[in-house]
Nanobody, 115 residues
Framework: QVQLVESGGGLVQPGGSLRLSCTAS????????TGWYRQAPGKQRELIAL???????NSVDSLKGRFTISLDNAKNTVYLQMNSLKPEDTAVYYC?????????WGQGTQVTVSS
């Protein structure tokens, strides 16, 4: 069984930065895909970025300049560095991991961008 634990959310002013972390526990070999989604109030969950254990990345073009995904394989931890945050980035951010064809979700962490 895979479990994902997220951290790093919170309240930040417009223009600020946050780094989210998500650590996977369980029996995971190095052939997984992991990444981040977000869901704003009243909207569908949307992809931010995915990254394979080998380093191949798939990111949403509209966020590439401000959001960066990275992965520490040794720690089974994926990060999302978010810069120049805007009020419209306010959402619950979810970590995701796909391993052996099965998807797993973190519990979500709230990010609120407000002055």
């Amino acid at each position: 069984q895979v479990q994902l634990v997220e951290s790093g959310g919170g309240l930040v002013q417009p223009g600020g930065s946050l780094r989210l972390s998500c650590t996977a526990s369980g029996n995971i070999a190095s052939n997984y895909v992991t990444g981040w989604y977000r869901q704003a109030p009243g909207k569908q969950r949307e992809l931010i970025a995915l990254m394979s254990a080998s380093g191949i990345t798939n990111s949403v073009d509209s966020l590439k300049g401000r959001f960066t995904i990275s992965l520490d394989n040794a720690k089974n931890t994926v990060y999302l560095q978010m810069n120049s945050l805007k009020p419209e980035d306010t959402a619950v951010y979810y970590c995701y991991l796909n391993y052996m064809g099965r998807g797993y979700w973190g519990q979500g962490t709230q990010v609120t961008v407000s002055s």
